[in-house]
């Protein structure tokens, strides 16, 4: 934690410690969840999620020395409402308030936005043409790009200019892609040979899109002889 705080020139680090982990309170070691389960209960407060949704969570939080990293931590144990367990978060710089590293704790999920938008809507994941890690490292900086380039589309530049929040990016792909579609209508009904064009389209199309074969039809295939062999039944009888 140490060392990635440097690395970003002294920011504050945050994590999570596992129930198990050690403390040090007052000379004694335990667990941390031994420590919040026993010595320092927790009481309830209004946490912001992600800057939105307002909710109310269980939390106690105290300055521990951690053992296995050999120095004092800003320790937080927390549980947000209907949940029986706490989740323990441990940040590395201690003057931060309580209520600051939960919320700034919940920002973590926006990771899991950007990997959203990078398999599912992007098509990064099940499309890419390139795998292992030199494709995902070709994906990513190709996805970046590709987000950067969606910042430029008129309906998100205004967004952007007037302080409201992004467009997504699935979105957007929808909105240009029913915007090509059309330009495509528009431009077919224009042309002097709509048919050509169409046909034209057509064949495009079926050079593009190809249909695969499904794995999960088995028709075909050599599965093998699925059955007993009589020799080999007394085996069964020892």
């Not at 909710?55 to 053992?67: E, F, G, N, Q, Y």
């Not at 940040?91 to 308030?97: E, T, V």
Request: aromatic share 8%.
């Amino acid at each position: 934690m140490n060392n990635a705080s440097k690395i970003f020139g002294g920011v504050q680090v945050i994590s999570q410690l596992s129930k198990n982990q050690n403390i040090w309170d007052r000379g004694h070691k335990k667990s941390v969840a031994h420590y919040f389960n026993s010595t320092n209960k927790g009481v309830n407060q209004i946490i912001c999620i992600r800057g939105g949704e307002k909710i109310m969570a269980t939390v106690s939080s105290a300055r521990l020395k951690v053992d296995s990293h050999g120095v004092k931590r800003f320790v937080i144990a927390l549980k947000y409402e209907n949940e029986e367990d706490y989740r323990y978060l441990v940040a590395s710089d201690l003057s931060w308030r309580t209520k600051d590293i939960i919320q700034a704790y919940s920002l973590r999920w926006l990771v899991e936005v950007f990997f959203s938008d990078w398999k599912l809507n992007e098509g990064w994941g099940r499309e890419a043409k390139q795998y292992d890690e030199e494709g995902s490292s070709r994906g990513l900086i190709l996805s970046l790009l590709l987000d950067h380039c969606r910042h430029r589309n008129p309906e998100q530049t205004t967004r952007i200019e007037n302080k409201l929040p992004a467009y997504t990016v699935g979105s957007l792909q929808r909105f240009a892609q029913m915007d090509a579609l059309l330009e495509f209508i528009t431009s077919l009904l224009k042309d002097k040979n709509p048919g050509k064009q169409l046909k034209k389209l057509g064949k495009m199309i079926k050079e593009v899109f190809q249909l695969i074969p499904s794995e999960k039809h088995m028709s075909g295939r050599d599965l093998g002889r699925l059955d007993t062999t009589p020799s080999l039944k007394y085996q069964a009888l020892n």
